[in-house]
């Protein structure tokens, strides 16, 4: 499956901001979706993650109550809708597919798109 990031810009703190991934190829409604986030000179973080059918979500403790991941399987398309923002949030955003769920790390998905920037001004 391939993926396509988007949606990612300059936003002030305490703004929103809503990321998509298109997906192409192979059937996206097998694949738990993921979204991962990555801020210079530090490691691949997961964001958070929703499952084949869009019926359950979790995320990380950093963005819960701030960010929602939605999907449409019709579209092939998964979301991820960003809410007041924090200038700790700025990062390159990715989506990856998982045959699993309950994926956190990395390495249990095994497609990515190829980011998108988010940058959140103070």
């Known amino acids: 499956v391939q993926l396509q990031a988007s949606g990612g810009g300059l936003v002030q703190a305490g703004g929103s901001l809503r990321l998509s991934c298109a997906a192409s190829g192979r059937t996206f409604s097998s694949y738990a979706m993921g979204w991962f986030r990555q801020a210079p000179g530090k490691e691949r973080e997961f964001v958070g993650a929703?499952?084949?059918?869009?019926?359950?979500?979790y995320y990380a403790d950093s963005v819960k109550g701030r960010f929602t991941i939605s999907r449409d399987n019709a579209k092939n398309t998964v979301y991820l809708q960003m809410n007041l923002l924090k200038f700790e949030d700025t990062a390159v955003y990715y989506c990856a597919a998982a045959e699993k769920w309950l994926a956190s790390h990395p390495r249990e998905y095994d497609y990515w798109g190829q980011g998108t920037l988010v940058t959140v001004s103070s």
């Open positions: 929703i499952n084949w059918s869009g019926g359950s979500t």
